[in-house]
């Protein structure tokens, strides 16, 4: 492999059907110095770190995967990139500030993933960049509307529900707006603990009263029996009766002197 792979300038194995990760071994093609270009297949896992041995290449072309997980911050080590595609994976967290180090980078694409965070300040400061799309992303938070980002377009960062302000050009919705459906969220969600907590509290505390008024109720028949009682005479034929013929199956106590039946 020393014999080849040294002398590789450009690595292009797009519209393939590629499954499975991407190799740490990526990393081997320091001299690619043209372009890596492995868009259009079904590459998954994360994007290796060993990518930002790639010093000299100048594009660099992973679009149209399954990749996830997050753009690795050693991306800022392949200097002499031009040109980035990242769009249509799956990929998570936030634009790493890396990227601001590299010099050249004239195109960044990252739309359709799932990035979070906000949009980076540094963009709006780069007098290299000419072209970059952070749309259909999870980006929130206020946007810039200094800099380059006076004259940015809407499409660029279309799909971001969480973000606000801006220029004219981007119409995105006043901060303002979204802090209070931000604000009028949490007071739904409050307001639905509330009342929860509101229902059980009554739940227990009918459940409470029902114990409570059972057993005054028992108390109240078991007084109301004795009262019916107090002060009556029974003859032997009634208690027999009553007792089964002295039963011992109604028997309460019994000792040599006393014999108590029900």
Do not use: H
């Not at 740490?24 to 290796?48: C, K």
């Not at 809407?154 to 529900?161: P, R, W």
């Not at 459906?181 to 059980?200: G, H, M, Q």
């Amino acid at each position: 492999m020393d014999a080849w792979f040294r002398f590789l300038t450009l690595l292009d194995l797009s519209f393939n059907s590629l499954q499975g990760p991407l190799p740490p071994e990526i990393g081997v093609f320091s001299n690619l110095g043209l372009s890596l270009n492995l868009s259009n297949n079904n590459l998954d896992g994360e994007i290796p770190a060993t990518i930002g041995n790639l010093v000299s290449v100048q594009a660099i072309d992973l679009s149209v995967n399954r990749f996830s997980g997050i753009i690795p911050s050693s991306v800022g080590s392949c200097t002499a990139l031009e040109y980035l595609n990242l769009s249509k994976n799956m990929i998570e967290g936030t634009i790493p500030e890396s990227l601001k180090q590299i010099a050249y980078l004239k195109v960044l694409d990252v739309a359709f993933n799932q990035l979070t965070g906000s949009v980076p300040i540094w963009l709006a400061n780069d007098s290299v960049m000419k072209n970059f799309d952070l749309s259909y992303n999870r980006l929130t938070g206020e946007v810039s509307s200094m800099g380059k980002f006076k004259n940015l377009s809407g499409s660029t960062l279309i799909g971001n529900a969480g973000l606000c302000g801006g220029s004219a050009l981007m119409r995105l919705q006043p901060c303002a707006v979204q802090k209070k459906r931000k604000l009028r969220k949490w007071t739904y969600y409050l307001l639905a603990i509330t009342i929860s907590c509101f229902l059980l509290l009554l739940v227990y505390v009918g459940v409470r009263l029902r114990k409570f008024f059972k057993r005054k109720s028992d108390a109240e028949s078991e007084e109301a029996i004795l009262m019916a009682f107090r002060g009556r005479n029974f003859t032997l034929s009634e208690l027999k009766i009553a007792t089964d013929g002295f039963s011992d199956a109604n028997l309460l106590a019994s000792s040599k002197l006393l014999w108590i039946c029900l």
